[in-house]
């Protein structure tokens, strides 16, 4: 049954990713040059250390979205409800996952792929240092 679920839960999704629209690169840094969009990276604070980020990007894990949409999460959507939220990950897949979820919500989405495309495409990053560890 825990088997049956799981395989229809990652159907949805499946199925839901596929009405999210993808957008290049180079596309989403235009439209976030313009201010008509946002650049989200949902990969997780371990990953933005290592590899850096995409130069315009609000940072928000997908662990968090999971947690109910935890953390800066809700204040975030609530400031971003006129633009579209343009996300990516390291692969795409997770992205396209809270890309899926949010256009349940009505919120514009595309799909920016996975980091390694922004680099691709020559796109400015930055770093980005991790937190201090907590006592």
């Known amino acids: 049954m825990r088997r049956l679920l799981t395989l229809f ?14 957008v290049t ?13 946002v650049l989200v990276d949902v990969r997780e604070p371990a990953e933005w250390a290592e590899t850096g980020v995409a130069a315009p990007a609000v940072l ?9 949409q935890a ?15 343009i996300l990516y990950c390291r692969s795409g897949r997770r992205s396209a996952a809270v890309a899926a979820v949010l256009a349940t919500q009505g919120f514009t989405v595309a799909n920016a ?6 680099q691709a495409a020559g796109l400015p990053v930055r770093p980005v240092t991790p937190p201090p560890p907590k006592n």
């Open 9 to 22: 839960s990652l159907s949805f999704i499946t199925a839901l990713a596929a009405d999210v629209p993808p």
């Open 25 to 37: 690169p180079v596309a989403a840094a235009k439209l976030v040059a313009a201010g008509t969009a």
């Open 60 to 68: 928000l894990p997908k662990s968090a979205f999971d947690a109910d």
């Open 71 to 85: 953390g800066d999460w809700k204040p975030f959507l609530e400031k971003s409800r006129g633009k579209e939220i």
């Open 113 to 118: 792929g996975g980091f390694k495309d922004w």
